[in-house]
């Protein structure tokens, strides 16, 4: 285990970290100047960049976090892929307001949360066999609907956390708006009514299951492979 901490992170992942960290850092420094200096400043605006800004600072801090404290080596694929993703959803989606901008930019992010909490399921799973030698006998299938059931619980408590935000702060990440998509909306916005209302909610939740029943597929194929590559060796 000690020399998976000990491990190169690879060139891209070390360039990427360094360029989302200090754009970051200057964007919060510019944030923090315009709310102590501009007095027609839209406040609450800025107050909300600068919670994303901080929230991206603290996901950027999350791998190191797990190393240290469960001595743990995050794949760096996944570490790239999360990082991408919060920057995705944190400074572009909010920040740069592509909610607003690009109509499918949640979905997508969405469908794409999906495949990366699937995909970590499978790497814990992996990570348990090598580290504490507990045996994959169980059955592919099992396996693959456990992570698929895991990966549409985290969605639907993302959905609630939505819900509570929007309900506190008065904002709109389930995009009830019918007349914007940004997460932020004036006092003219129209909201949607009925059906319509539960639409972006329901959608989100399809789109997580959707996403993590494509990477459960090809997980239950691979595992499925090597169980009976192990049997047919007599290692099972």
Sequence with gaps: MNSKLKEKKPYYLIISRKIIFWLVVLMLG??????????????????????????????????????????????????????????????LGDVFNFYGKIPYWDSILHAFSGVVIAYVGFIVIEYLDKEYTIPLSISPLFMSLTVVSVALAIGAVWEIGEYTVDDIFHTNNQQYMKSTRSTLYDKDDVPLVGHEALADTMKDLMLDLGGAVVVATIEYKKIERKQKKAKEKGTV
């Design 30 to 91: 510019i944030a923090i100047f315009l709310l102590f200096t501009r007095q027609d400043a839209n406040k609450g605006r800025l107050i909300f960049t600068m919670v994303q800004l901080l929230g991206m600072l603290l996901v950027l801090r999350i791998p190191q976090f797990i190393k240290d404290k469960y001595h743990f080596q995050i794949p760096n694929l996944l570490d790239f892929i999360l990082i991408s993703f919060a920057f995705s959803g944190f400074i």
